[in-house]
């Protein structure tokens, strides 16, 4: 919702001159899908029916596939990966059909498809001017994996950044950007650097599998979920903590041998993230990992967060089910309590807050 103030000069009489400000909000909607959240839905891989839900902030208006109502003879593609905004437009990674579909990110009208020069893509974010975008390339070769970097007026590839292999998640930072190499196919445990002004490319050696990432002033927290159990050998995961201004890590927090936490967010002085279908918070003080959930997401069948925000005060959680049908969104409070829900297209990836 974007609000404009406006202030009011009020004057009482020729002589005496007073004047006044009332300051009040007018919401002035952009477009049908603005003052809401779009939620992505990755579809079924190979299936090519990626589409997009929106739910509007006050949950009074839901609609199950908003991409396919404003466009019917546009097709989102196979398997939408990530969702990034830019001035008034948002940008649909989407991974199986090596395209990035451009939209208006309140109308959601479709602008415009980037299908050069991408090969797997995952991830999407901004940074001088230009979108950098995360690919696995052949994911059987752990060589080939780079950053595309896309004129944004043009929307064309210009030039790829080599990176680490599998590189996924995504963080500008001041013209800097943060890639966790969560491994492709493997198993990564490094964090890329990329200064967006001249491309050059740095490495933070992390602990296993690095998933999510979160800035807090001049720190970056990097969760590791860990190498799962059939890796041989399973290994725990961490909450690292890297200082940006020197690139080096000056904490890691462990986790038990057999937890492999996922999604991290810090909302209001404090972490929040899953472990399968747990939800649990931490200070940032804290230096050890709590032992008791805020709540579990059971109780409405999820037995593993597949997807994961908050926004407003409130916890958003997607469920991918059996990852074939239709997926659910769940709306908690912060203390877990379950507020709203609504089903959604298959395999609710990514929650976007418009």
Not at 230 to 244: M, Q
Request: aromatic share 12%; net charge negative; hydrophobic share 35%.
């Amino acid at each position: 919702m974007n609000l404009k103030k406006i202030g009011i000069l009020l004057t009482l009489s020729g002589l005496f001159l007073t004047a006044c400000t009332n300051d009040y909000d007018i919401s002035t909607p952009l477009g049908a899908y603005d003052n809401g959240v779009l939620i992505l839905n990755q579809g079924n891989f190979g299936g090519g029916n990626s589409s997009i839900s929106f739910w509007s902030n006050d949950f009074s208006s839901f609609e199950f596939n908003a991409f396919s109502s404003v466009n019917p003879s546009v097709t989102l593609g196979d398997t939408a990966q990530d969702l990034g905004f830019y001035g008034d437009k948002a940008y649909v990674v989407v991974n199986l059909s090596n395209t990035i579909q451009v939209v208006n990110r309140y109308t959601l009208e479709h602008l415009t498809t980037i299908s050069n020069g991408l090969s797997n893509p995952r991830y999407i974010a901004f940074a001088n001017g230009n979108a950098y975008v995360t690919n696995w390339g052949d994911a059987s070769n752990a060589e080939d994996d780079y950053v595309a970097v896309i004129n944004l007026t043009s929307n064309s590839v210009t030039s790829s950044i080599p990176v680490a292999e599998g590189p996924e998640r995504i963080l500008e930072h001041y013209d800097k950007l943060y890639i966790a190499h969560i491994g492709g196919y493997g198993f990564g445990n490094s964090i890329s650097v990329i200064e967006a002004n001249n491309n050059t490319v740095s490495s933070i050696v992390v602990g296993d599998v690095p998933n999510s990432m979160a800035l807090v002033n001049n720190d970056l927290y990097v969760l590791c979920g860990g190498k799962p159990s059939w890796a041989e050998p399973e290994t725990s995961g961490s909450l690292v903590k890297i200082n940006i201004s020197t690139n080096t890590v000056t904490s890691t927090i462990p986790y038990l041998l057999r937890d492999h936490p996922s999604n991290l967010i810090f909302h209001n002085n404090k972490f929040y993230y899953t472990v399968d279908s747990n939800v649990f918070s931490k200070t940032i003080e804290a230096n050890t990992i709590p032992s008791t959930p805020i709540f579990s997401t059971t109780q409405q069948g999820v037995y593993g967060v597949y997807s994961f925000a908050i926004a407003n005060n409130k916890i958003y959680v997607g469920d991918a089910a059996d990852y074939n049908s239709n997926g659910k969104v769940y709306i908690y409070s912060l203390t877990g309590t379950l507020e709203n829900q609504e089903k959604v297209g298959v395999i609710p990836g990514g929650f976007y807050f418009n």
